[in-house]
């Protein structure tokens, strides 16, 4: 845990002043890297490994965070954003902890390399999934980013409203 917070911390300083043109799609690229200590763990790699997919971890920790919660604050409108806040809170506060109850007797039954095996995988998949939403792909800071050689859906100057249609 000592070294993921050594990689939070670097991939907080990497994010200063930077303003990727796709940040959902940076910040889901960056969260693959939580997969990286359990599928060490689970291969049984050497402690060095280890180590460094821990730091690559907390260093996509840092991006992840940094970016979804910039990009949350721009686009969510601030009467619903403590809701919608919540919402993801309640997610990581009730399923988080049922997970990790249920990961020690399964790993009674079937494993640990198993359990920390899924867990890797569920994560990668977990993330293609999200990649997979054209929208999250395609989310700028000031609307859908453009595909090269494409124009502009919108006027310019048009900030989009809660649905992601112009106000």
Do not use: I, K, N
Request: with cysteine.
């Amino acid at each position: 845990m000592g070294v993921y917070g050594v990689g939070a911390v670097l991939g907080g300083l990497l994010m200063l002043g930077r303003r990727p043109a796709r940040p959902l799609a940076v910040a889901t690229v960056a969260s693959l890297g939580w997969a990286l200590p359990s599928a060490a763990l689970a291969a049984g790699a050497a402690l060095g490994w280890t180590l460094l997919a821990a730091s690559v971890a907390g260093a996509g920790s840092a991006v992840c965070g940094a970016l979804f919660d910039s990009t949350r604050q721009r686009w969510v409108p601030a009467g619903v954003l403590a809701r919608v806040t919540a919402f993801g809170g309640l997610g990581a506060f009730v399923l988080g902890p049922l997970g990790l109850a249920a990961a020690g007797p399964v790993a009674d039954r079937v494993g640990v390399s198993r359990v920390l095996l899924f867990g890797a995988g569920w994560q990668l998949l977990a993330g293609a999934a999200v990649l997979a939403v054209r929208e999250v792909r395609g989310r700028g800071w000031d609307g859908p980013a453009e595909p090269p050689g494409e124009a502009a859906p919108a006027a310019a100057g048009v900030r989009p409203g809660p649905g992601g249609g112009p106000d």
